[in-house]
Nanobody, 114 residues
Framework: QVQVVESGGGLAQAGGSLRLSCAAS????????MSWYRQVPGKERDLVATINNGGVPWYADSVKGRFTISRDNHENTVYLYMNSLKPEDTAAYYCNRRFETIPWGQGTQVTVSS
């Protein structure tokens, strides 16, 4: 079964850090661009960061300099390191293939308190 499972979310204080993990199964992330997205209730899902198959990252302006995306092809896992968290980072975070997306996972909730 092709799927991703996100984990690592939780409650953090402003200025704190979290590490999110995205474990893929049923397909290999090697050779694919992978992305993290986030969504707050009532709004569209926004692209946060992408890492291409060569390891080159792209970030939304809102997280640039604070978040780092990485990949471990051997573990078939994508990570999102979130530093200097802000209350506006509060959202459900999802990962997916950047192209040829698969059904969305359950996501992992990140809540940042001020």
């Amino acid at each position: 079964q092709v799927q991703v499972v996100e984990s690592g979310g939780g409650l953090a204080q402003a200025g704190g850090s979290l590490r999110l993990s995205c474990a893929a199964s049923g397909f290999t992330i090697a050779g694919r661009a992978m992305s993290w997205y986030r969504q707050v209730p009532g709004k569209e899902r926004d692209l946060v960061a992408t890492i291409n198959n060569g390891g080159v990252p792209w970030y939304a302006d809102s997280v640039k300099g604070r978040f780092t995306i990485s990949r471990d092809n051997h573990e078939n896992t994508v990570y999102l390191y979130m530093n200097s968290l802000k209350p506006e980072d509060t959202a459900a975070y999802y990962c997916n293939r950047r192209f040829e997306t698969i059904p969305w996972g359950q996501g992992t909730q990140v809540t940042v308190s001020s």
